[in-house]
């Protein structure tokens, strides 16, 4: 094309609004709508209506009977035992998840893998194993048990085994929560308040405290939840005496046994009541140490 001087103009290329690129439908992925159905099916059979059950029984004749059930002298009993075993577990083992995480996370030494293998083997042992291993140790046949005759101290069947029992098998979660943060964190800000003239419980107190509170008081959490809640590992060691070495769960076990079902139910309805706390707090701890990071 030309014009009147004899310049030469490329033509333009006409495009008509009304003309559209074809929109691609993405076809929609069965795989994923089966995979979704099939683990909602599964959470709704093994967890959901089990638990509206368990809620359903407690309250099925009323309020009255549920309050009744929880002012029983044996389940008064085994509610304060659990919260004794508690008490006792979960700062034992705060103490020792601290002390654990500060050397593995600010240490490298021989045997460090060997120890975090050692630290996780409660999570690997079956419970019952685990008290098993403590009758094999503290019982009358075990390896201390003619010492601790001869003194007259008894640990299976008794308060103390249940306590090693619930230490044990709730172990690994502070010491599990408080190393990586003691990884990420580092050790910078420590050194550079000890070059400052701090001393190392200064150090402890108004540095490395504030920068792991959120992982302890996650650990903190679920070792609370698991001390509370175990059973098999408790109910190896403790022979089940009711008023005497019954915990809630152990209590749950019985009174379902005696066909007592509203008292069974209404005490589980206890434990999962404070299974729910535990989610939401740690729902809010996990959101809460997201925000820092």
């Known amino acids: ?48 209506i089990p638990a509206i059950n368990v809620f359903f029984q407690a309250f099925q004749k009323g309020v009255g009977p549920f309050l009744s059930n929880l002012s029983r002298s044996d389940f008064l009993n ?76 008894k640990i299976v069947f008794a308060f103390p085994g249940m306590v090693l029992a619930s230490a044990f098998v709730s172990m690994p979660f502070v010491a599990r929560e408080v190393i990586p943060v003691l990884e990420e964190v580092g050790s910078d800000q420590e050194e550079a308040a000890k070059v400052l003239g701090a001393s190392d419980w200064q150090i402890f107190w108004r540095v490395t405290l504030p920068n792991i509170r959120w992982g302890l008081l996650y650990g903190l959490i679920l070792t609370n939840a698991r001390a509370m809640g175990e059973f098999g590992a408790v109910s190896v060691v403790s022979g089940n005496i009711a008023n005497k070495t019954q915990s809630l769960p152990l209590f749950v ?26 989610l939401v707090l740690k729902e809010i701890l996990e959101r809460k140490t997201g925000k820092k990071s």
């Open 1 to 48: 094309m030309t014009q009147n001087d004899g310049s030469f103009v490329p033509p333009r290329l006409h495009t008509s609004t009304a003309q559209t690129e074809p929109q691609l439908i993405k076809p929609r992925n069965w795989v994923t709508v089966f995979v979704i159905a099939l683990a909602v099916a599964y959470l709704v059979l093994v967890l959901y």
């Open 78 to 153: 085994a509610a304060r035992l659990t919260l004794l075993l508690a008490l006792i577990a979960v700062p034992v083992n705060t103490v020792f998840g601290l002390c654990a995480a500060w050397a593995i996370a600010r240490h490298r030494f021989p045997g460090r893998t060997l120890i975090l293998s050692i630290i996780d083997l409660p999570f690997s042992i079956s419970p019952v194993v685990a008290g098993l291993m403590i009758i094999l140790l503290y019982g009358r046949q075990g390896w201390f048990g003619g010492v601790l005759e001869s003194q007259d101290i």
């Open 253 to 278: 076990e019985e009174a379902y046994k005696q066909y007592e079902t509203e008292a069974a139910y209404s005490a589980a309805v206890l434990l999962a009541l404070l299974a729910v706390v535990t």
